[in-house]
């Protein structure tokens, strides 16, 4: 009889389930940033604009982590438009349902017999790299290499993982997975909260079954830990977030561990019912060793779960709710530009319009926090949000200026043409505003490369020109939107000390550089930060001198 531990070539069994398991990953990888790469930021402007009801969202969910084929990376994707305020709770939870079915499909095209061909998918998707010059076809390109990488990958574990499933040790370590499922439950969970995917650790468990590595209870386990192992990219990307990011991680959170409890207390009929749809529904072939029965109890799961609490949306959103409630914060209602207003009512059209400037103004002030947190604390996660909301203002300011010069087009009255045209004023002056915060990311973040750092009396320059900064935004968002004449007057005297300031504090710089208090290098770099406050202070006053002003007198002409 043959010792099987000694037939093993160690070396090469060791070097082929890490080599594979890291073409696996990065293959995965490769494969959603292409896919992302190709949508483009046409995916935020559909899931904010297709998710105003719970049902939608779940389709869109389904769909968009379909194209990306990371419902993970659709989740971080929700939680940061919940946290610039272009998406509400309720619309989030149905995209995160979605994006829980969208994963599986993954899993069901591992299992079928695609992996023959991934050594002329690693051929196309490199040809297309190296031999295409357009972009758009490199990402192409990146794509179906990165498939092909991912199927490479897993034949490559699969072979060495066959082997070890055969080994006395490994056996019986399955053995305590079958006996004790709830260790199958941590494993999945841990290794997907370390790896975060939940389709490449459903890959992994795949070539685990297909070798006879794992029974079906204990690989039922696997799949419930790894849907609670997921939700760790969407808890990532609320930390430091108002409290609608946090709930909305919190219902991802939620959703998927109590499903996962569910099933594991019905575990036993659970595993009875995928193995009964298995043989005598479906006829797998093989089915205590075939990928595809993974796969089927991948999306049952996820399917029976979406199914069971879609009923207890509006519950486990007044749950989370009363978990974590607001502290001070901006609350940003859901605002969707009706067009079928500018056919019913031009001055409800306009009221309209007012709360999605009021929306499109708390993802600016918003912005302005970021923006600070990253100057002045180095916080990454802080520049990234802040970039985000860069973009959703571009978009917003998009969307909000086609449905005004829609409205402009009806038949108005002469007050209503110029409150359209202070409109399309104010959402100009909330771009600009977030264009200079996006300039002072940009001084920030070589400031920190190169380790510079600011004078103690310009630090508390710049956080006394923030103070102001903050106060004016905020009081002039609420100013506009509410037509308060007495506080734009507060805005408007303030911003005469933010100009008064800002030359003072110029001299002041200079004279540090003369007293040789202050590097050279630095120099620039602050007088441009004054410059851009500056600015933005003056955005500010624009839309006081818009409240103040009865008729629009900018020299700006819309109609």
């Known amino acids: 009889m043959v010792n099987l531990t000694l037939a093993i070539d160690w070396k090469e069994t ?4 890490f080599g594979g398991l890291g073409i696996f990953l990065f293959g995965i990888n490769m494969m ?3 896919l992302k790469k190709i949508a483009g930021s046409r995916l935020k402007l559909f899931l904010e604009k297709s998710t105003n009801t719970p049902l939608k969202g779940i389709f869109v969910g389904i769909f968009i982590t379909a194209i990306i084929q990371s419902s993970s990376a659709t989740s971080a994707l929700v939680v940061g438009l919940v946290r610039a305020g272009l998406m509400t709770l309720p619309q989030a939870v149905g995209v995160i349902f979605g994006a829980n079915i969208g994963t599986t499909i993954t899993s069901v095209l591992i299992a079928t017999n695609i992996g023959d061909y991934a050594m002329p998918m690693m051929f196309v998707g490199a040809a297309l790299i190296f031999f295409v010059h357009k972009k758009k076809i490199k990402n192409y390109g990146s794509a179906i290499l990165g498939f092909g990488m991912l199927f490479f990958g897993l034949e490559t574990m699969g072979g060495a993982l066959k082997l070890l499933a055969e080994l006395d040790v490994f056996i019986n370590l399955i053995e305590s997975v079958a006996l004790h499922p709830i260790l199958g439950v941590l494993a999945g969970a841990g290794t997907t ?4 995917s939940s389709s490449a650790t459903i890959g992994i468990l795949q070539a685990l079954y297909n070798n006879g590595g794992v029974p079906l209870i204990g690989a039922i386990a696997i799949v419930l830990g790894d849907n609670i192992g997921t939700t760790v990219t969407s808890i990532f990307a609320s930390i430091g977030g108002q409290a609608s990011a946090k709930r909305t991680a919190l219902i991802h959170v939620m959703f998927n561990s109590i499903g996962t409890i569910i099933f594991f207390l019905l575990l036993g009929p659970y595993t009875n019912l995928i193995a009964w749809l298995a043989q005598d529904v479906l006829h797998i072939s093989n089915y205590l060793t075939n990928k595809l029965t993974i796969s089927l109890a991948h999306v049952c799961f996820n399917l029976i779960n979406v199914f069971v609490l879609y ?9 989370v709710t009363k978990i974590i409630p607001s502290k001070g914060e901006i609350e940003v209602d859901e605002i969707i530009l009706d067009k079928n207003l500018l056919e019913v009512s031009a001055d409800l059209a306009l009221l309209n319009v007012n709360d999605a400037i ?9 912005m302005l926090e970021f923006t600070y947190n990253y100057g002045f604390h180095k916080d990454e996660k802080e520049r990234e949000m802040a970039a985000q909301c860069e973009e959703l203002l571009d978009t917003m300011d998009d969307k909000i200026h086609n449905h005004l010069v829609l409205l402009g087009a009806k038949d108005l009255t002469d007050s209503q043409i110029q409150q ?69 007057l507060v805005v408007n005297v303030r911003e005469d000390k933010i100009d008064k300031l ?3 504090y110029r001299k002041n710089h200079i004279q540090r550089i003369n007293d040789n208090s202050c590097v050279e290098t630095e120099a620039g770099f602050y007088v441009d930060i004054l410059s851009n406050i500056e600015r933005i202070g003056d955005h500010c006053n624009n839309m006081a001198i818009n409240v103040l002003s009865d008729e629009f007198s900018h020299d700006d002409q819309y109609f």
Not at 193 to 196: C, F, M, P, S
Not at 311 to 319: D, E, S, Y
């Open 311 to 319: 009923f207890f949306i509006k519950q486990m959103v007044w749950l």
């Open 193 to 196: 909260a370390v790896i975060q």
């Open 420 to 488: 359209v045209a202070k409109d399309i004023d104010t959402i100009t002056d909330i771009e600009r505003i977030g264009d200079h915060l996006d300039n002072l990311l940009e001084f920030f973040e070589i400031r920190h490369e190169k380790k510079m750092v600011f004078h103690e009396k310009a630090h508390e320059e710049l956080e006394e020109l923030f103070s102001l900064i903050r106060q004016s935004i905020d009081e002039s968002l609420k100013a506009y939107t509410n037509m308060d004449k007495e506080l734009a």
């Open 32 to 34: 959603s940033d292409s």
């Open 502 to 504: 800002t030359r003072k």
């Open 14 to 17: 060791i070097f082929n389930i």
């Open 358 to 366: 009021t929306n499109m103004g708390n993802v600016a002030r918003g």
